[in-house]
């Protein structure tokens, strides 16, 4: 009996059989869509040519816009809070010490948020800023906007001086930044010096002040300083530094120059705080070695910037608002209190809360995912 074998696939038995032709031997032929009679493009049923390739690319055009708004929103929205705060709270000299907290904090926020680095003489800059830029003013006459970018020039001077002690790392270099901000007031306190630096006495900016100038550079600093921050997250420079501080080893292995981008970083955040003493020492109009130099500057930048979340371009600010607003309620008249309880924040931030506000609030993010 002869073996049964399958029809040929193309055989009009295969047909009657029901036995599809493999798409691979026929070609295939393009059928025009057919339009009702008196349906216009883009009707219902009949979506228009490019309707759906539209559709599909104007989320992700909205997504490109937002990604590339958001880096002007960080910036803008600071500045034009600042901005209206006067009318609100009309202590002018209460509002610019704050702006400069926050340029002060978002400085911490480079050197530390950054690198890992945390410089507690960080206020060694904040001081030279503010004489650097006095003294340009009294002795050169210059005006003091000019004299705002003078004592940012300043405080990087003393930074590429203090550099070596990058070399340093952990509390090493937290306490040499401490003892050399400490080494730079006696120098300018030093009644020897007094005709360059005017020494303990004190320098009196009486004749260039202007409350509302000087507000306005504290609005253009802060824009400045968080147009900084925004830039180091989005940018590769940024990403360098956060490779070098968690792992500066693996960083140079990949190609990373870990010396000269800390070193930027570095004197990044040293013209920050300069700038910041100088827009200081203008609104203050009369201050002393003591003022512009205490420990407790710092203190109030680093708890500001820890509490709020370091590597954030929000956190310092938000940390600032909120705890100089709370030193006020209880630091002006008592302020050996106001100073314990940011030594204990500085603590209990670094321990057990390290991500600060910022990181708390990730933490939720994930939790509701």
Do not use: H, W
């Given at each position: 009996m002869p073996e049964q074998t399958d029809p040929d696939p193309a055989t009009p038995e295969a047909v009657d059989r029901g036995t599809s032709t493999p798409a691979a031997d026929v070609p295939a032929?393009?059928?025009?869509?057919?339009?009702?009679a008196g349906a216009a493009a883009g009707s219902e049923g009949t979506p228009a040519a490019g309707s759906k390739l539209g559709s599909q690319r104007s989320p992700r055009s909205r997504g490109t816009l937002l990604r590339w708004a958001s880096p002007f929103v960080a910036v803008a929205i600071p500045v034009a809070l600042f901005a209206v705060a006067p009318k609100l709270y009309p202590n002018l000299l209460f509002l610019v010490t704050m702006m400069v907290y926050v340029v002060l904090a978002q400085g911490v926020n480079v050197i530390y948020?950054?690198?890992?680095?945390?410089?507690?003489?960080?206020v060694g800059f904040f001081g030279v800023g503010a004489y650097a830029s006095s003294l340009a003013i009294l002795d050169t006459g210059v005006p003091a906007p000019v004299g705002v970018v003078v004592g940012a020039a300043?405080?990087?001077?003393?930074?590429?001086?203090?550099s070596p002690l990058l070399r340093l790392s952990g509390a090493y270099f937290a306490i040499a930044t401490l003892a050399a901000a400490l080494a730079v007031e006696?120098?300018?306190?030093?009644?020897?010096?007094?005709?360059i630096t005017?020494?303990?006495?004190?320098?009196?900016?009486g004749s260039v002040y202007n409350a509302r100038a000087d507000y306005v550079a504290?609005?253009?600093m802060v824009g400045l300083s968080m147009a900084v921050v925004v830039y180091l997250r989005r940018s590769r420079f940024g990403l360098a530094l956060r490779a070098i501080r968690n792992d500066p080893v693996s960083a140079a292995a990949a190609g990373v120059d870990v010396v000269k981008e800390r070193m930027l970083a570095w004197l990044i955040s040293s013209a920050l705080a300069g700038a910041a003493g100088a827009v200081f020492a203008w609104g203050v109009s009369v201050f002393y070695p003591t003022a512009v130099f205490g420990i407790s500057t710092s203190v109030f930048a680093i708890v500001f910037a820890l509490f709020g979340g370091v590597g954030t371009a929000w956190g310092p600010l938000v940390?600032?608002?909120?705890?100089?607003?709370?030193?006020?309620a209880i630091g002006v008249s008592d302020p050996q209190y106001a100073q314990g309880i940011y030594?204990?924040?500085?603590?209990?931030?670094?321990?057990?809360?390290?991500?600060?506000l910022a990181g708390v609030a990730r933490s939720i993010r994930r939790r509701r995912a």
């Open positions: 032929v393009d059928v025009p869509a057919v339009r009702p948020g950054f690198t890992g680095y945390l410089p507690f003489g960080y300043g405080a990087v001077l003393l930074g590429l001086l203090l006696s120098v300018i306190s030093n009644p020897s010096l007094a005709g005017k020494g303990p006495y004190g320098i009196d900016l504290g609005l253009v940390g600032t608002a909120v705890l100089f607003g709370l030193y006020q030594g204990l924040l500085i603590v209990a931030l670094v321990l057990f809360v390290p991500g600060g």
